[in-house]
């Protein structure tokens, strides 16, 4: 394989590994590539492994591990995916070839990590070396790993807790152990994927998370580098009250190995929740570049029917959500151009099963041209050929257009575009596509209520407006957490910008404090906020306001709210205006939603 020489992982190494023997290499970029998450293509190294070094219980063992739950892949999704399909062809494993089952796959995992038991029964039964550790280790594998093809609603109680108590018996035996712990760790976080905090609270979930936390930062002092540890704590971070803590750990998941696409990305997580945006994208970009590197030396691991290509696209719909946010449009609009040249109706219509998860990925285009008010261009767009097959895209390019229209000031042509989106919308596969932790019948429900409320501001009926929008915020609020955020571009933009254009300007003042409170230092809001601010200050200064002193005392207390609304403005346009002097900030930004510029 040219992979393990062309792909840079780094030297990392796990040393003293029993029976390796002539499998070392092969065993160590394995590793390599769990640590990275790529966990198919280290399945096929550990397979190198164990054809040279048989005996290596180990490799044996982490090929099972790659199979098995993990943070982004647990619970019924994983286990009805996963379920036994074949038997698993033994001379095609000794020959370290792949077998014919898909990835990830239980009876392989239950196949290895039952080798890897026999091994270490027979090398200890004859009184050869194996490490204690390894045999701990492979015993909670194990747990984990057999009676393939249990029911996914009993999963939890029956696997998936009782291999994380006995990891915590492992952890306490070898907390010096990198891979002990960050397996460890791994095993409790999968127990609450993406629900650790209440976001953006930040209150812990589970009585698990202050045990994680201590865990992950112990060992981050002993091991700073440890890329799965820091991996596992940007996860950690992310829906905390303190996102930025885990800036230390992103550092080293930017460099420490390069061409790891999903570590390179994984700090982007933390990069929009303190308001980096050009971070985020340079750093999806970089990842994007990792990516189709590894997709060049190795496309069955890598390719867009491969399990790792989820990842791939992940990184391309991060780095849109960063130029939507930070008003990127260029590399926005060439990033979502070339993710649809990787999936589009050709590739789905030869692979219809991939159309589940992959398909919501290719509507990033339209949903630009929405943030950045191409009216136009929207209504340019073809459709698709089989609006059933790519439904989201579909549906968002009806939701686009009625959008359009409704700017366009042609609120008759918006409402039959909007009912067009509502056939799809209530499409019976919409509640079985998904958009990574969101289903799209529930995105969908958010888009239906913002293009009712455009609408209705566009035909007079602001109050109306104002009420479905507000409801657009709510259903926004209550997806289920995810960078990126479900539904891209923050509807708070569109109800205070309408808000503040009516002349509701303290009720849309509220507004975009809070949405800079949940993405910080976005230039929308920074607007929006500006302009609230500033309409204010003019109410107070006009000589025929409503507003009277009562007294002197009055009056200073006044004088003393302009002023400091005066500073804080100057501060948020300085703001504004350092967001917009980067490198990519190619759009110019005057309202927080292009719903409020004029015709």
């Not at 308001?275 to 190795?298: F, H, P, Q, T």
């Not at 449009?329 to 999936?343: C, G």
């Not at 609120?411 to 575009?417: D, L």
Request: proline residues 5%; contains cysteine; aromatic residues 10%.
């Amino acid at each position: 394989m040219n992979f393990k020489k062309n792909l840079n992982l780094s030297n990392y190494t796990r040393p003293n590994v029993s029976n390796v023997g002539e499998g070392k290499e092969a065993f160590d970029q394995g590793l390599r590539l769990l640590l990275a998450f790529q966990h198919e293509a280290s399945a096929l190294y550990f397979l190198e492994c164990v054809k040279d070094a048989p005996d290596c219980a180990l490799a044996h063992a982490l090929i099972a591990y790659c199979h098995c739950p993990n943070y982004n892949f647990k619970g019924e999704a994983y286990y009805e995916y996963s379920k036994p399909i074949v038997e698993v062809d033994e001379s095609k494993e000794t020959e370290g070839l792949r077998p014919g089952w898909k990835f990830p796959c239980q009876s392989v995992a239950d196949h290895h990590s039952k080798i890897a038991v026999e091994i270490t029964e027979k090398l200890q039964g004859i009184d050869r070396s194996i490490q204690d550790v390894e045999v701990k280790l492979i015993s909670s594998i194990r747990l984990l790993t057999c009676n393939p093809g249990i029911d996914s609603d009993a999963s939890e109680e029956v696997k998936d807790v009782p291999f994380a108590e006995m990891m915590q018996v492992v952890y306490n035996l070898y907390p010096d152990d990198p891979e002990v712990v960050y397996i460890y760790v791994s095993a409790i976080m999968t127990l609450h994927a993406w629900k650790l905090f209440e976001y953006p609270n930040g209150r812990p979930l589970s009585s698990d998370v202050p045990i994680i936390q201590r865990v992950l930062e112990e060992a981050l002092e002993k091991f700073p580098t440890h890329v799965g540890l820091c991996h596992m704590y940007c996860h950690l971070c992310e829906m905390s009250a303190s996102p930025g803590i885990a800036l230390p750990a992103a550092k080293v998941l930017r460099t420490t190995f390069p061409d790891a696409g999903h570590l390179v990305h994984m700090p982007t997580h933390i990069d929009v929740l303190v308001g980096d945006y050009e971070s985020c994208v340079r750093w999806n970009k970089e990842a994007i570049e990792a990516d189709k590197k590894a997709m060049e030396l190795a496309p069955e691991t890598n390719g867009p029917t491969s399990f790792y290509f989820g990842y791939i696209v992940h990184d391309y719909h991060m780095c849109v959500y960063g130029c939507i946010l930070g008003g990127f449009e260029q590399v926005a609009m060439d990033v979502a151009d070339e993710i649809n040249t990787l999936i589009n109706e050709d590739m789905f219509t030869k692979r219809r099963d991939l159309a589940t998860y992959l398909e919501s990925y290719g509507a990033m285009d339209i949903h630009i041209m929405v943030r950045f008010g191409r009216w136009n261009d929207i209504l340019n767009l073809q459709f698709p050929k089989d609006k059933n097959l790519m439904l989201y895209r579909s549906a968002s390019l009806y939701f686009a257009r009625a959008l359009a229209y409704a700017n366009l000031r042609a609120p008759e042509a918006a409402i039959e575009e909007a009912a067009q989106f509502e056939k799809l919308r209530h499409h019976p596969e919409a509640p079985h596509r998904i958009l990574h932790n969101n289903i799209v019948s529930d995105l969908l429900a958010v888009d239906c209520e913002m293009m009712k409320g455009e609408i209705a501001y566009f035909q007079g009926h602001h109050d109306k407006a104002f009420k479905y929008l507000k409801k657009a915020v709510q259903l926004q609020d209550a997806l289920n957490y995810d960078e990126p955020w479900g539904r891209m571009q923050p509807i708070r933009h569109a109800l205070g910008g309408l808000l503040l254009k009516h002349g509701h300007e303290t009720q849309a003042e509220a507004i975009f404090r809070d949405d800079l409170k949940l993405h910080p230092k976005n230039p929308w809001a920074l607007a929006g906020l500006i302009g609230c601010i500033a309409k204010q200050i003019e109410n107070e200064s006009n000589p025929n306001s409503n507003t009277k002193s009562c007294c002197c005392e009055k009056k200073t207390e006044q004088d003393e709210l302009k002023s400091k609304r005066i500073s804080e403005i100057c501060e948020l346009k300085q703001q504004l205006e350092a967001q917009r002097s980067l490198e990519w900030a190619d759009f110019p930004i005057t309202h927080a939603c292009q719903c409020c510029c004029p015709p």
